[in-house]
């Protein structure tokens, strides 16, 4: 099944794991640190209290990157301020769809071999020539997608553990990339 079929199938609690996992993963580029979005990870799984959680992660990233943040950082920082307050399947439903495209555009530009695909064809399910940091990152969302899917709540876990692989090879990239322009 497509990543675009998938995000249509999820239900609210997967949308919203969703776009949580598409920000966790790039949140290196606002200088967050690998806990900073747990507040809203836990709320997923005790149907806790998001927009408690998010008020403070917001808070915490706030001015974490400087005004001429780059194009990838200005897609998280995108991703962070369209988050939903309420956590209701109409409110995350584009908002995980939204932060899809930008993790995947991120990827993109942080890719030194990308291409200009076009990532709806890709998120459709045509990947060939897709550049290998676009191609992982669409695994790991449709990893994530799947596993909500098929284990509910129990897939939290899993769905976690896929955005911490996807976030230390993001901040990989990022500091390669910073060494590289000093």
């Known amino acids: 099944m497509s990543l675009v079929e998938l995000i249509a199938q999820a239900d609210e609690r997967g949308l919203a794991a969703s776009g949580l996992a598409c920000l966790d993963r790039c949140v290196p580029l606002l200088g967050g640190d690998d806990e900073v979005l747990r507040p ?23 001015g974490s990157a400087d005004a001429a943040e780059d194009e990838a950082a200005a897609l998280a920082r995108r991703m962070l301020d369209a988050a939903p307050a309420a956590r209701d399947a109409d409110g995350v439903r584009g908002w995980a769809d939204a932060c899809s495209v930008a993790s995947l555009q991120i990827h993109r ?48 876990r899993r769905a976690l553990e896929v955005s911490v692989e996807g976030r230390r090879v993001l901040r990989a990239v990022v500091s390669r990339r910073a060494r590289g322009t000093r």
Do not use: I, M, Y
């Not at 998120?123 to 676009?134: A, F, K, N, S, Y």
């Open 109 to 156: 530009l942080l890719d030194p071999g990308s291409d200009d695909a076009p990532l709806d064809a890709c998120r459709e399910g045509r990947t060939e020539g897709v550049p290998p940091l676009v191609a992982a990152e669409l695994r790991r969302q449709v990893t994530v997608l799947e596993v909500l899917a098929g284990h509910g709540t129990a897939g939290l």
């Open 40 to 62: 809203l990870w836990a709320s997923l799984a005790d149907t806790g209290d998001w927009e408690t959680g998010l008020k403070a992660v917001r808070d915490r990233l706030a």
